[in-house]
Structure formats: structure tokens, C-alpha cells
């Protein structure tokens, strides 16, 4: 397992559809988390998973948006009826857990989602 | 005003130039600090990542953290036309903690 990996790396939708993203964790970091970037500005949180559990949602994290992480392993992230101002990068990071190292993020390849 | 701001360049050096990326940031209780390299349409990768004050080497790179004046640094020693790229400087206040970024420094080492 060399790092974190994302399925699709792209995915084009038409407005109204819903799009599901996958994201593999590095072997055993149990904490997950979802960011989205747009062009031009830095990733954006979205939501964060400590094994099994959703711990955090941003207020970015419309009803719209919903993450699951069921055997804290392998998380997915779905949007229903997008809209193009979800058209963005959804990145995904792990991270170990643990006291004084384990802090850092290691970040996939992101899923680039382009709405029409 | 945001919590971390970072020019977003571009900064064009020649090769083997010293480069110095810079972020400063409002919320003191800060305390976990990280670069990343993020080329175009790619994920961000870890390049450097230090805790609390202080400095910290890797090869070519330095960072440093400044924590009385909210100041990171992060400086590429021999800059590499391969160093091309976009720098995000990222923090947080616990380990567990989503990172709070900044734009990205856009940086150009030419031949």
C-alpha cells in the first residue's frame, strides 16, 4: 500500500444526478477526512472520520452531502442532485492517530467533479 | 479576514536560487504546522511537517515556525525547474483536527 487512493479520478455529471466518490485510506490510519478544492484556492474541510465514526461536518457540508466511512476502512462520499457550484477537486486524506507523531495528512490523487 | 493567508505569487526564481515561502496566520492556538507540494490537477503531497515552534530540515527544505510573530516559513535550497509548483502552507490547533490552508504559493524556477 503506497498511499491513499480515489475512485473515479474524474466524473462528469449533469445537473440533478447523483455522483458517488470512493476513497482508500493508508493501511491503518484510522483517522479519514474529506476536503473539496476549487481553482485557485487551498482544500476546504469538509468532514473528518475517527474509524467508523463521523466526528466533524463543516457548515460546507450541505444536506446534500453525506459521507460514510461503514467498517472504518474505505470511506464514499455522495452528492445528490448537483449543482454546478459543487463542480470541484474532492480530495481525500488519512492520517495515523496517536500521541505525538501521527498528526500529519497524507493526501490522495482527488476526485475532479465537473457538473454540466 | 482569513485565519491563514499566503501570497498567491507567482514567484519566479532562476534555478539553484534560495526560495522562501511564507504564511501568516491569526489563530493562536495553531500549533501543528504542514507544506505541501501540489502540482497542477494533482493531489497536495506532504512535504514538511513540524509541531510548536522551531526549525526543522529534510534535504533541501527548511521549515520554520515563528509562533510569537504567527509566521511560517518553508525555504528550498538549489530550487529545481522540477520544483515547480504550487506550496500550501496548512496548520491546526489539535493532531486530530482538520488542516485550515492557505491559497497556495504559485512558484516558477526557470532553466
Known amino acids: 500500500d503506497t498511499g491513499v487512493s480515489q475512485n473515479p479520478r474524474h466524473k462528469i455529471t449533469k445537473r440533478g444526478q447523483n455522483v458517488t466518490f470512493r476513497c482508500d485510506p493508508i493501511s491503518e490510519h484510522n483517522r479519514l477526512y474529506w476536503y473539496r478544492q476549487t481553482l485557485g484556492q487551498g482544500p476546504e474541510f469538509l468532514t473528518y472520520?475517527?474509524?467508523?465514526?463521523?466526528?466533524?461536518k463543516s457548515r460546507l457540508l450541505s444536506d446534500r452531502f453525506s459521507a460514510e466511512r461503514p467498517k472504518g476502512s474505505f470511506s464514499t462520499l455522495e452528492i445528490q442532485r448537483t449543482e454546478q457550484g459543487d463542480s470541484a477537486m474532492y480530495l481525500c486524506a488519512s492520517s495515523p492517530s496517536g500521541t505525538g507523531s501521527g498528526y500529519e495528512q497524507y493526501f490522495g490523487p482527488g476526485t475532479r467533479l465537473t457538473v454540466t | 479576514q482569513k485565519e491563514v493567508e499566503q501570497d498567491p505569487g507567482p514567484l519566479s526564481v532562476p534555478e539553484g536560487a534560495i526560495v522562501s515561502l511564507n504564511c501568516t496566520y491569526s489563530?493562536?492556538?495553531?500549533?501543528?504546522f504542514m507544506w505541501y507540494r501540489q502540482y497542477s490537477r494533482k493531489g497536495p503531497e506532504l512535504l514538511m511537517y513540524?509541531?510548536?515552534?522551531g526549525n526543522k530540515e529534510d534535504g533541501r527544505f527548511t521549515a520554520q515556525v515563528d509562533k510569537s510573530s504567527k509566521y511560517i516559513s518553508l525555504f528550498i535550497r538549489d530550487s529545481q525547474p522540477s520544483d515547480s509548483a504550487t506550496y500550501l502552507c496548512?496548520?491546526?490547533?489539535?493532531?486530530?483536527?482538520?488542516?485550515?490552508f492557505g491559497t497556495g504559493t504559485r512558484l516558477l524556477v526557470s532553466p
Open positions: 513540524t509541531y510548536s515552534s
Open positions: 472520520f475517527q474509524n467508523e465514526a463521523q466526528l466533524e
Open positions: 489563530n493562536s492556538a495553531f500549533q501543528y
Open positions: 496548512a496548520m491546526s490547533a489539535m493532531s486530530f483536527q482538520k488542516l485550515v
